[in-house]
């Protein structure tokens, strides 16, 4: 395949580059904010981004610079931008490289977005368990403090902007945005009800935008170069920019890789991925996250792009590909997944907290060789009644699993429960572990 | 008038208010759509998902609880997809419910029972494994039963948005999920019984009641609460004999649904095996014995007619608690004041609140508040001073919290308390400013408002003109005065600034004003304050006087007091005495009376011969000094009306066996001046008999018949009596302030006592006793009563004395140490525990547990009002013994009356 500029992870590609503000600015690191401080309206950079074509890189894929025009011009008091570093979705590992590795990338696309719509306190809200991320951007805004790239008077241009990094405690649905703004003010990380929305009623009660750490990073490329030149990457005009893929599974070089989108599963898979470990066949792959219903072999060249991907029944969700071969118990792999979702439902409503571990209660008992046909009935049934039901899109996520390894391979299901054990192992399941309650 | 809008629910047409829910405008049309977490008070959480329905346009279902009526909206409650959501919801609730319906105390009032047999569900496919949770509790007094749990947090949001007080979270995740108090021990908070009540399946339930009912065994009273002056519309549920527990309903009552601990817990003094129930007279061996009311009544009619004939009606005092209904109260004074003839009465109205009803009759002209409850809502200022509100007064506390909490009202406080973030709610962590004032000296911080009205030129231009002597005349006296020593000077004048500039402002004040030298004064300044800010006569302003005992207020419109006749109108007043012969047929004496303290002193002087007590135990409410026992010991003729043997009672040489308010038809007169229905839970227990009849009978005996079919007919004798009664309306219509009156006061009237009330008064005496003690009102504990309920016994069943960790520290007390306390007249012997609210160097001692402090405080009668104040006093603190016995749990079973 063609090979193709890289711009998230360039930096960090190149040898010896260890992220700090020296080796940063050494690559053109801060250009673009100094072209936008002062100088360009701030209106004007949130049409650039609307422009741009950039569309969320956390899952939903909602147009960031739509997101940044929705907080109200002249609202009097704070407003805040968050920057949604909680990845925790299973299969997803990129935006943990791009703090990691070059956090100054991440914190001026903040202070532009924040210029953008007014911003002068933001916050860095990092999954608790990345450590060495919340260490690494400690030390890079202390950095950006000391140059005058953060304070009270930035570059000299009056404009002053506070950046602090808040560590999550440990649960998968702080990464859902009112969720972690309910975190974020110090209270038990649950979703709210939307309306209203954090634009207008986020954290604290003020405007607010949430905007994943990749979608941020790609900010300070997009004013260097130009929304004309941003939109003509990819798949324009839907979508456009490159995304970094995470894979993972079966394959043979397992690992981030940032590629234009539109790029096919079977590109990706076979050529940049390395093809399946072990040459066994391809079954199955997530497309997007653990959220992302299963894709198959016969979907292998769709485009990785929003469209085509919710076209063929999944979505591009975080960019998480899990990979897997001929030989993997389908049925497991449901029952794993909603083993995950079961541990991390936040029990705030009633169709996930009771539907996810009844859902694993019968796929843990089919994958014991204790199923009954009827069960394949209730699965439907229970899935159902939590799509579209649930207050936050946890929901529909767990269930994503669940109906597509049904509609895919149904005969799987089936084959476990006429011979009342798992036609793929010879011994029994290992247990699935939880860390924590 | 607020915009509306027409939407359409099952094809039924409706104009709702814009802003309304869909599941509000669907329940004025008679459609209920079932559901749990909603719940009118709480914000919208949406959480269990049973109120889907369809909405037309909107591809999901959307949650009616949460969705706001929008103009042209077509909603559908009942369609077959509808019905299969709110199926499967309540599927999914009962794959891991327990079903133990038949042992659970919600059983017939539940929600889940109730949907679930709308549904007809029939058998589950949940085949699996119910999730249990290990057996918890909260509390001895609140059972939790999580697997009946449907996580809507209701109780978590009431605890938090209506209490402010936080005591309960969900931890955990997905089916595990679990309503949690703070661990590693019992719950610990305002048991308002909140969470029990907005329950709406039988996963929070009262441990007082558990297992003694049926929803359906049980009767229902409305009536009124007989603890604080804040008058809450409660339900009594009975069974046979028994209150078996107590609840409120959302919407209802001034006090909207809400209860407090006292409410909710405190109804077991009722049934307390201590109850009197027949007379006791005192015979030949110098004992009580039990006797008929027909052996004992006649008999007494004597002794008084005897009395009266030998010293003169003069001779014969009485008192009467504050507690009991106003056809008590009224009934008790026609009968001192005619069957007896004698001016020589009081109520417990005296121990404080005749101070702020005096001060607001003599500027004002009415002594009722010019505002409601409404009004503090709407209020977006208001000023707390002296209230202690969320202890002594906990429904107003409310209704201040909502003030600030849901409508972003402006709280000033001038209270003894400091902002601390504990396991209890603390109205100053609301305040946006707060001036610390110690015991005491909460005068002194009025008089310093006052001045701040002067200094920030606050004052009214107009009242200047109009009034231009009393302005200048107020502003010398009051700024002659340095700002108080010790009071933030500045965070004074700010809070008269921020009142000074609210649309609308409520000040509120509280027994530590009242019941401490200067009270009476303190309500006259800060009248001035508001006639001085041009808004005393405002809508929506007014000065509120908060009541302790639920009918205080009403024990001085009754007239049961020394100075009032009915009305009240004074007893100096000549025509008010003509007016009130008409309606009586007699003369009431012309006299002036003696109240509480003086009868005291007669009784001790030999002049008074006979008192009849009703309801009230001043050996134990007033301290040892005031000598109360030995001059009680010196009549001839002591009858006492109680429900239990008190230390008064024991005294006596009649006792007469009383009904509780739970046995009493009649009205209470709450804070507000509202007045409201009494009505009966039980029969009267034992032979006891309601006050009003009991002073009725006694009457008939002595000659000079008070007689009454019922208390209905004592009411309506009221009601053409007293101008405040003759409309009893469903809600409080706020009294007038009387411009003759105010006219009066600004010409001559503030005069009068110009210095008085504007001297420095005597500072804290200076002496060897450092720390100053408060004794109070506590939570949950109010008066005597309260001391029997066991309920209220298991939350507190001991006085501590509270003092600030800091302080605690220096001394080296630990929590259940015992200190030695010294002030100038006695001392006494208490534990010690700690709450960061109580500021360093304050103590505070629970008012219902005051006997451990008997011969501590020396008491000083107000020179105008003769209210006692023996609230406030200096002493040293020495530290006598570590932990043990204070600490342990309450004796399982309280002895009563000793
Ligand atoms: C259950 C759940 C988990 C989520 N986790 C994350 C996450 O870890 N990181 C993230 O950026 N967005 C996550 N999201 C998406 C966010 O809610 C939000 O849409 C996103 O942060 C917006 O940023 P973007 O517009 O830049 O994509 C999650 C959403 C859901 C429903
Ligand atoms: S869908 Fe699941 S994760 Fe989302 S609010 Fe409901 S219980 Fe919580
Ligand atoms: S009883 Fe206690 S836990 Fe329950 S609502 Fe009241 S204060 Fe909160
Ligand atoms: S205990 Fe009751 S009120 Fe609280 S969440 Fe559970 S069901 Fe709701
Ligand atoms: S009542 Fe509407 S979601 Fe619970």
């Known amino acids: ?437 | 008038m607020a915009e509306m809008v027409t939407i359409l629910i099952d094809g039924k047409p409706i104009e709702v208010e814009k802003g309304t829910l869909v599941i509000e405008a669907a329940r004025r049309i008679g459609v209920m759509i079932p559901h749990f977490c909603y719940h009118p008070k709480l914000k919208p959480d949406a959480n269990c998902r049973m109120c889907l329905v369809e909405v037309e346009k909107m591809p999901k279902l959307q949650t009616s609880c949460s969705t706001v009526v929008a103009e042209g909206m077509v909603v559908r409650t009942n369609t077959p997809v509808v019905d299969e959501a709110h199926k499967s919801v309540l599927e999914f609730i009962l794959a891991n419910h327990p079903l133990d319906c038949p042992i659970c105390d919600q059983g017939g009032r539940c929600d889940l029972q109730d949907f679930s047999h709308r549904y007809t569900p029939t058998g589950s496919q949940f085949t699996d494994t119910k999730r249990v949770y290990e057996k918890g509790f909260f509390s001895p007094l609140i059972e939790k039963e999580m697997n009946r749990c449907v996580s809507c947090l209701r109780c978590v949001r009431y605890c938090d948005e209506i209490m402010d007080v936080k005591a309960l979270a969900n931890a955990a995740r997905s089916t595990m999920t679990e309503i949690v108090h703070f661990a590693g021990h019992p719950l610990d908070c305002e048991f308002c019984g909140g969470c029990v009540q907005i329950c709406p399946v039988g996963a929070i339930t009262s441990r007082l009641s558990m297992y003694e009912f049926r929803p359906w065994m049980m009767k229902r009273a409305d009536t009124t609460c007989g603890y604080c002056g804040d008058g809450c519309s409660l339900i009594l549920e009975t069974r046979g004999e028994k209150v078996i527990e107590v609840m409120s309903s959302h919407g209802n009552g001034r006090n909207n649904g809400d209860l407090c601990a006292k409410g909710f817990f405190g109804y077991q003094y009722v049934n307390h095996e201590d109850r009197l129930t027949t007379p006791l007279v005192r015979q030949a061996d110098g004992n009580l014995h039990p006797v008929t009311w027909d052996e004992v009544l006649p008999v007494l009619a004597e002794r008084l007619t005897q009395i009266k004939l030998a010293h003169g009606a003069d001779a014969i005092g009485g008192l009467i608690s504050a507690r009991c209904t106003n056809e008590d109260l009224y009934l008790f004074q026609k009968f001192m004041r005619l069957a007896i003839g004698s001016n020589h009465l009081d109520s417990t109205a005296r121990y404080g609140h005749v101070n702020a009803a005096r001060a607001l009759r003599r500027v004002q002209g009415t002594n009722r508040w010019t505002v409601s409850y409404e009004d503090i809502v709407q209020a977006d200022a208001l000023l707390l001073i002296g209230t202690q509100v969320t202890a002594a007064n906990p429904i107003v506390g409310l209704k201040v919290k909502e003030a600030v909490k849901k409508h972003g009202a402006t709280l000033l406080t001038l209270e003894t308390l400091v902002p601390s973030i504990e396991t209890t709610s603390n109205i100053t962590n609301l305040s946006a400013l707060h001036v610390a004032v110690p015991p005491g000296r909460h005068a002194a911080a009025v008089r310093g408002l006052v001045k701040a009205a002067f200094d920030e030129n606050l004052v009214d231009a107009a009242l200047s003109s109009r009034a231009g002597d009393y302005v200048s005349r107020i502003r010398a006296a009051a700024t002659a005065l340095p700002y108080p020593e010790g009071l933030d000077e500045a965070a004074l004048r700010a809070v008269a600034k921020a009142f000074a500039g609210a649309r609308r402002g409520v000040i509120l004040i509280g027994q530590d004003l009242l019941q401490a030298p200067g009270g009476h004064e303190s309500a006259v300044n800060l009248l001035d304050f508001l006639l001085l800010l041009g808004k005393l006569t405002q809508p929506g302003w007014g000065l509120a006087p908060l009541t302790e005992e639920n009918n205080e207020q009403g024990a001085v419109e009754m007239g049961a007091t020394a100075e009032y006749l009915p009305g009240p109108a004074d007893v100096g007043d000549a025509a008010a005495r003509t007016q009130i012969a008409g309606a009586w047929k007699d003369q009431p004496p012309a006299s002036q009376g003696m109240h509480l303290l003086e009868m005291l002193d007669a009784a001790r002087a030999g002049t008074l011969k006979a008192m009849l007590i009703v309801g009230e135990n001043p050996v134990r409410s007033l301290p040892l000094s005031a000598k109360a026992a030995s001059a009680l010991e010196k009549l001839d003729l002591l009858v006492v009306q109680e429900l239990f043997l008190t230390e008064t009672a024991k005294l006596a040489d009649v006792v007469l066996p009383a009904c509780s308010y739970a046995e009493k038809t009649g009205t209470f007169t709450n804070s507000e001046g509202f007045v409201q229905k009494v009505r009966p839970g039980l029969e009267p227990v034992g032979d006891s008999r309601p006050d009003w009849e009991i002073l009725s009978s006694l009457s008939v005996m002595m000659g000079y018949p008070l007689e009454y079919g019922d208390a209905k007919e004592i009411l309506k004798e009221i009601r053409a009596v007293i101008p405040g009664y003759r409309v009893l309306g469903a809600k409080p219509e706020p009294a007038q302030v009387a411009a003759k009156s105010v006219e009066q006061y600004l010409t001559r009237g503030f005069a009068e006592d110009l210095p008085a009330r504007y001297s420095a008064g005597a500072a804290p005496k200076a002496n060897s006793h450092r720390w100053a003690l408060a004794v109070g009102q506590t939570l949950f504990h109010s008066g005597a009563m309260s001391t029997k309920a066991q309920g209220l016994l298991e939350l507190q069943h001991e006085g501590k004395l509270i003092m600030n960790p800091a302080d605690a520290q220096r001394l080296g007390i630990a929590d259940g140490d015992r200190v030695r306390l010294t002030s100038t007249s006695g001392e006494a012997t208490v534990p010690v525990t700690m709450l960061g609210r109580i500021p360093e160097g304050t103590l505070f001692f629970p008012e219902s547990f005051r006997e451990a402090l008997a011969g501590l405080p020396s008491m000083t009668p107000d020179p105008v009002t003769g209210v006692p104040y023996c609230k406030q006093l200096r002493v040293s603190v020495d530290k006598v013994g570590t932990g043990g016995a204070s600490s342990g749990p309450p004796p399982a079973r309280i002895a009563g009356g000793k």
């Open chain 1, 1 to 437: 395949m063609a090979t193709h500029e890289l711009l998230l992870l360039k930096n960090m590609s190149q040898p010896g580059y260890s992220g700090s503000l020296a080796d940063y600015e050494r690559a053109g690191g801060y250009q673009a904010l100094k072209k936008v401080l002062g100088k360009i309206p701030p209106g004007d950079i949130t049409e650039m981004v609307k422009k741009s074509g950039l569309r969320g890189r956390g899952g939903a894929g909602f147009p960031t610079g739509v997101k940044w025009s929705f907080i109200p011009k002249d609202h009097p008091g704070p407003r805040y931008l968050i920057c949604n570093a909680d990845e925790s979705e299973p299969g997803t590992f990129k935006d943990r490289q791009l703090m990691e590795r070059d956090p100054h990338q991440m914190i001026e696309g903040m202070i532009i977005a924040a210029y953008a719509i007014g911003v002068r306190t933001s916050y860095i809200y990092i999954r608790g368990e990345f450590v060495l991320g919340a260490r690494v951007l400690e030390r890079a805004l202390a950095e950006a403090y000391q140059a005058g790239y953060l304070g009270k008077d930035i570059l000299g241009t009056g404009f002053a902007l506070d950046l602090y990094v808040h560590r999550g405690a440990g649960a998968y649905i702080c990464g859902e945005e009112t969720a972690l703004l309910e975190s974020l003010e110090g209270k038990r990380g649950l979703p709210r009800i939307k309306p209203p929305f954090p634009a207008t009623h986020g954290l604290f009660q003020k405007p607010t935008v949430v905007n994943n750490v990749e979608t941020l990073a790609n900010v300070p490329h997009i004013v260097n170069r130009g929304a004309e030149w941003f939109a003509s990457i990819g798949n324009p005009p839907k979508s456009s920019g490159t995304r970094v893929f995470c894979m993972s599974g079966h394959v043979k070089r397992p690992g981030n890789y940032e590629v234009p989108m539109g790029v096919t599963f079977r590109e990706i898979i076979y050529d940049i991925a390395g093809g399946m470990r072990g040459d066994k066949p391809l079954k199955a792959f997530i497309p997007g996250g653990a959220s992302a219903a299963f894709l198959m072999p016969e979907h292998l060249d769709v485009k990785l792009d929003f469209e085509s991907v919710a076209q063929a029944g999944s979505m591009l969700g975080s960019g998480g590909i899990t990979v897997m071969e001929e030989g993997t118990c389908m049925v497991w792999a449901a029952e794993n997944l909603l083993h995950f979702f079961n541990h991390e439902s936040c029990g705030k409503c009633t169709p996930c907290r009771e539907g996810s571990s009844w859902l694993l209660q019968i796929l843990r008992r089919i994958d014991h060789g204790k199923g009954k046909m009827e069960d394949l009935a209730t699965l439907t049934r229970l899935c159902g009644n939590i799509a579209g039901r649930t207050v936050c899109a946890f929901g529909d996520a767990e269930i994503a699993p669940i109906t597509s390894t049904l509609q895919y391979f149904r005969d799987e299901y089936e084959a476990h429960i006429r011979e009342q054990r798992c036609p793929f192992r010879s011994q029994p399941a290992p247990e699935l572990i939880s860390v924590g309650r």
